[in-house]
């Protein structure tokens, strides 16, 4: 699975470089990016198995693919799609960012909605998809490399609202990555 996102993620850099040769266009860019995750579980309940059974903050690593598109010099809108593996589970993160460039710097900041959908057999009584916001800053190394920094935090509850659980339990992510990401 890993390698086919791999081979799928080069195919597209290389569509897309052919592609901008082909028509100059340099408002539209393909990006990946690969880097380290932290995912902090906040939950609170009575029942002594969520807090064992399911994610418990492992770190893990990520590898994703954006398509950046300038609306005008400042501003752009990101879509992107991740994939992220840790000791304990798999998620894939779909997300539509708002970016805006600081002029005149190399600085940036993005921020926007985010989809995170567990993958994986033993997830009852834990729902698969989660509503994220995320925030985060970015600085352009070169006109191919950037660095960024982000923090997702989720709204929705992972436990479903049925017996055993009360309901005022929850069970929520948080995460914390750092990533090196390649421009095409």
């Known amino acids: 699975m890993f ?24 408002s539209v860019n393909i990006s990946v990016q690969a880097g380290y995750l932290a995912i902090d579980p906040s939950y609170s309940t009575f029942y002594p198995e969520v807090s064992g059974a399911f994610i418990t903050g492992e770190a893990g ?7 950046n598109l300038r609306l005008n010099r400042d ?20 997300a539509g960012l708002v970016e805006y460039r600081i002029p ?17 057999n033993s997830l009852n009584p834990y ?9 985060g800053i970015g600085y352009d190394i070169s006109s191919s490399f950037y660095l960024e920094g982000r923090y ?13 659980f009360e ?3 929850y069970y929520r992510f948080r995460s914390y990555s750092i990533g090196l990401g390649f421009r095409f």
Do not use: C, W
């Open 3 to 26: 390698r086919d996102l791999l081979v799928a993620l080069l195919f597209m850099g290389i569509f897309e470089s052919a592609q901008s040769q082909a028509f100059k266009s340099p």
């Open 61 to 67: 690593l990520f590898i994703g693919v954006n398509y």
């Open 75 to 94: 501003f752009s809108i990101v879509p992107e799609v991740s994939f992220i593996s840790n000791k304990e589970s798999v998620h894939y993160r779909v």
């Open 104 to 120: 005149s710097t190399g600085f940036y900041s993005l921020g926007g909605p985010q989809v995170n959908i567990l993958s994986g």
């Open 127 to 135: 729902d698969r998809a989660g509503f994220e916001l995320i925030g």
């Open 152 to 164: 997702s935090h989720e709204f929705t509850n992972r436990l479903k609202p049925e017996a055993p």
């Open 167 to 169: 309901e005022d339990d």
